[in-house]
């Protein structure tokens, strides 16, 4: 390997076709063909995304939904069914997940991937972009479009390029020319602002941004000049920050010695809902899908999953999903034993601010309250009546 390859970077953008509509369309065969659009469906409600059908009519997601049944007035109008797609993120970002650690997660359907370390087991990063589309469409019934490049602009730029049902590979040494020739707003992180600015002095391409004099583009726009132009020029270093973006927080803990009792077991199960619920808020998220694993002796692993009644970060609901999954496991063993407990959460969607103050709110008072405790005592101080249970001999 040369040293230049080893020192390039394989990243791949995968971003879902439609995703919303293409799911209502999978679940409803008699939507398929027909303009869907999935959306807030009252006065104020917005696009959230409209199949390929509707596009023709000038639909566009964001769009006032008022202003999308003027245009299309025969379109199929639904509102989201967020636990449904996100049973279905679930699955995508499991495939994700088995092509590299380096995953991160920018909403339920849309990701980056580092699969730098991942080519030598898995072959070219074209082989692993058509592992990725064919397990999806496999498993979901869904199609991704796939951007490969040597960085997240370029790889991003790729699927874009190419989708619907997109696939395209740009190499580094192709990337200028591929961006040269599209209108600088395009480029990412250009905003509004700075998009007028450069207008102003006559850039209007992304390729004459490359080409602008960087002490003149440093007199129009400051400090962010040198990180715009090597944008421009398709050089990106930025990496795939899979923390920020992690699809599933989840606890497990392996027994030393094997649980038989049903009560013991609830009541440690409650300890990793806690632990979770904790995880998930302090990152000011919610989830959808509950998933229960259970190990028995020596190495046989159950896993069991179900959705929220409505994404949550709450202990005792994601507590009373896992408790019926494990009742629903413990019923159907002769002889239940378990080496490994555990529960996680997924689905993810962020927290709207006011949520934490209407319905729903619960079981999450007391989990706010105890959040608090663990922050100033460290964690384990104040435990629910359940949890002290695990303190039990075994
Ligand atoms: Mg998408």
Redesign the pocket.
Known sequence: MSPMAASERSIIHV?????YASVEQLDRPELRGRPVIVGGLGPRGVVSTCSYEARPYGVRSAMPTAQARRLCPDGVYLVPRIERYSEASAIVFEVFHEVTPQVEGLSL??AFLDVTASLKLLGTVESIGRRIKRSILERTGLVASVGMGPNKLVAKLASEMSKPDGFLRIRGGEARTKLAPLPVGRLWTVGKVTEQTLHRIGIHTIGELAACDPSRLTRALGRQAPVLQALARGEDSRAVESERAEQSIGSEHTFDTDVADRNLAEAWLLKQCERVAARVRARNLRGATVTVKLREPPFTTYTRQASLAAPSASASEIFEVARRLLGAWWQTQPKPRLRLLGVSLSGFDRLPQEDMFVEGARGAATDQVQDRINLRFGNGSLVRAGSLRTREPE
């Open positions: 971003d879902m076709d439609a995703f359907d849309e």
